[in-house]
């Protein structure tokens, strides 16, 4: 396995065939009926049997999709819903992904300065040596939000270089309301988000972060939903892997999302969530597959990989 | 007990005659050796013995502290280190802190949209009803991130009023290179933080927010420590509770902080952590009081107190 986050990123990109990233957003309510009707697993607001509920639907879906995709992002807000006990179950998934050879992505947002970043990249970038949490892994990279300045990204850039990790700093996000914070402008017309980008890009450019790929392992989050503008950042910041949200019940569309590729695949994962995690909601697969919800899953990603590709296709 | 935040904050302020809050940023390596070196608590490299360590002697001091102050803010990567063994830890400290009828800050600084953040607000605002978590207590009010504008400020402030909680959004940090993304500034000299004031105090503002005493349950946070520029947020939005990073240790002068508070001393939060936490490191503490580690927090708590008190009265 190559020690660079960004080459590891690069050969499971190649290997899967597909820049698809499934997110992990598990929402007892919605699971399986055949799960949550497990006698011990049907109390949503028992924190336990929610969690164990939750564990079960998630290690059976990675292990459908795994061997179809390069890595996996799992949203902790999901697992925090259920304090300590969701925590754990959030831990433990990380070590089932990674058993399944995925690259996992924590989506946790997490924020600070100085020693208090030190301690939040720790707590999600570092394997722990602690005795009674020796066997946890911590993901292979995670979100942060980079409003603090370099500052805020440094810290927890260097331990991703410690531990061969990588961030993706939240540079430009797919809700309506961002605009407003993320497009704010300077005389130039430079935008807040492009101004980051560029805090980003120097970070990220360092040469020891350049790994033999030709990318950095710090990139950078991108919405797939205002793609006109945001692509040009592809353009500007060669070394940059982009992880885009926004695929799927989001509303952007493939061709938006794979403008963020390199014409090789490489360069951007593309994350769905919600729409493929719960296809066995969906008429569509409900018809043809009835109650088998792990063929709704494993159906949507085939048909999410070939959407992807037939993009990206046509923009080659 | 007042039902509003605010309300709640205005009565502890004028109770306790201070806007000094204590932040708890516990670090095992540095607290006191009699509790290092107690039997089943003198390995930092054992997670339970850790977290043991520090809930001890988070407790001990929030015992020594708790009459002298309004509120307390517990700074949660100090207990993410630890993962699922600090993060119950860390609402062990918030039980405990209201116990002692403190106010209870969590430093969380999360930021999301949509599901998510109602997730994350969820975890570290509302008291669960979770089968097995049920005596668990969440904070009186979090710190967020803001970047995500409007939509991610939202669902926070909707379960804030719900609980009869409070918000602190990131506004203006302190630390060096908050300057290249915070002070970015628009063709007329507007700056992002003044920016995402204005959008802070827009959600703020909503009427149904203000409590009795005029202030909104949604603040901000502001350092103390650029305090000629960031002062002037304290004339323009009048129903504004400030939470004021970087007394202290980080440098803020007295005089810097207290322009946050109103006359009456009520409208700023001011925040000091190592420098009381570690009191006992100093020698002008440990000349007066040795070893009585707690004897040196409780005199740093009253230094402290007396230094804002003078500095308030110079202003008036």
Redesign the interface.
């Known amino acids: 396995m190559a020690s660079h986050f960004a080459d590891r990123l690069c050969d499971a990109v190649k290997t899967k065939k597909t820049s698809l990233v499934v997110g992990l957003?598990p929402?007892y309510t919605r699971l399986p009926l055949v799960i949550r009707s497990h006698r011990e697993m049907n109390?949503e607001?028992?924190?336990?049997?929610?969690v164990d509920a939750i564990f079960d639907f998630c290690t059976q879906t990675m292990r459908i999709i795994a061997p179809m995709i390069p890595a996996l992002k799992i949203?902790i807000?999901?697992f925090?819903?259920?304090?300590?006990?969701?925590?754990?179950t959030y831990?433990s998934l990380i070590t089932e992904a990674d058993d399944l050879g995925l690259e996992v992505i924590g989506d946790v947002?997490?924020?600070?300065?100085?020693?208090?970043?030190e301690?939040?990249a720790?707590?999600?970038l570092e394997n722990?040596?602690?005795?009674?949490?020796e066997d946890?892994l911590a993901p292979d990279a995670i979100t942060i939000?980079?409003?603090?300045?370099?500052?805020?990204i440094e810290p927890f850039a260097q331990m991703a270089d410690k531990q061969g990790k990588g961030l993706f700093v939240?540079v430009r996000?797919?809700?309506?309301?961002?605009?407003?914070?993320?497009d704010?402008?300077?005389?130039e017309g430079v935008k807040?988000y492009e101004?980051?980008a560029d805090?980003v890009a120097e970070i990220a450019g360092k040469s020891e972060r350049i790994g033999k790929s030709g990318y950095s392992n710090i990139g950078m989050v991108v919405a797939g939903t205002a793609p006109r503008a945001t692509t040009a950042l592809r353009e500007k910041y060669d070394n940059i892997w982009f992880l885009v949200p926004g695929y799927g019940s989001q509303g952007a569309s493939a061709a938006d999302c794979v403008r963020f590729c390199k014409p090789d695949g490489t360069g951007a994962l593309i994350n769905a969530s919600r729409s493929i995690i719960y296809a066995y909601e969906k008429p569509q697969y409900k018809a043809q597959f009835g109650d088998d919800w792990k063929r709704c899953i494993e159906q949507a990603v085939i048909d999410a990989k070939v959407d992807l590709a037939n993009a990206m296709q046509t923009l080659l």
């Open positions: 957003d929402v109390d607001f028992d924190a336990a049997a929610a949203n807000a999901f925090e819903k259920y304090l300590w006990e969701g925590l754990e831990y947002k997490r924020g600070d300065i100085g020693h208090t970043a301690l939040y720790a707590a999600h722990p040596e602690l005795a009674g949490l946890t939000n980079g409003y603090m300045g370099t500052d805020g939240l996000t797919s809700n309506p309301s961002a605009a407003a914070v993320q704010f402008a300077d005389a807040m101004k980051l805090i």
